[in-house]
């Protein structure tokens, strides 16, 4: 079974660039069968999606957020990563890393989610 | 974009009674529906996918059905654990969406 686990800073500066690793254990990144991805969820409300990537090929990306996201893989460290440039307060979330089998293409599971606040 | 609207928003239920949730699409997503558990301080869970399938592990009190734009989630005998949050997402197109949930409290 794959597990997920989140990282990165805490507190980011507003006007600066978010970024977040996931580490992915009990499965490959370059594998076929799985496409990654990023949900956030801001404090005390839902969930939003940032965007998929698979292992080649161009992530799909939030159109909300297009402009400022980049998701990529890190195939020697078996990881993936999140960035998101000029962030605000509300970009302040849990942000959860998830995979999709392919076969199934649904969120499960999920990382326990880090909570990033945006803050000077 | 596809908007999922979710009701109610609050379900005030004691255990042992029948939960009924709704989840209702802008547009059709056919039968790419699914619903999530989220407890406090914990990810959401993968409840049923594709409208209505459970995920692995999910107990039978859960079912899931409709399809088009009009979706259902049944908890037919709440257990102490079942209260929490619920979310339905479709994957009909890009971009994915999430439902705003609906919180399932103990009256």
Known sequence: QVQLQESGP????????????CTVSGGSISSDNYYWSWIRQPPGKGL???????????PNYNPSLKSRVTISVDMSNNQFSLKLSSVTAADTAVYYCATKLITLNWFDPWGQGTLVTVSS | ????????????????ERAT?????????????????QKPGQAPRLLIYDASNRATGIPARFSGSGSGTDFTLTITSLEPEDFAVYYCQHRRKWPLTFGGGTKVEIK
């Open chain 1, 10 to 21: 805490g507190l980011v500066k507003p006007s600066e660039t978010l970024s977040l690793t």
């Open chain 1, 48 to 58: 939003e999606w940032i965007g998929d990537i698979y292992y080649i090929g161009s």
């Open chain 2, 1 to 16: 974009e596809i908007v999922l609207t979710q009701s109610p928003a609050t379900l005030s239920l004691s255990p042992g």
């Open chain 2, 21 to 37: 949730l709704s989840c209702r699409a802008s547009q059709s997503v056919n039968s790419y529906l699914a619903w999530y558990q």
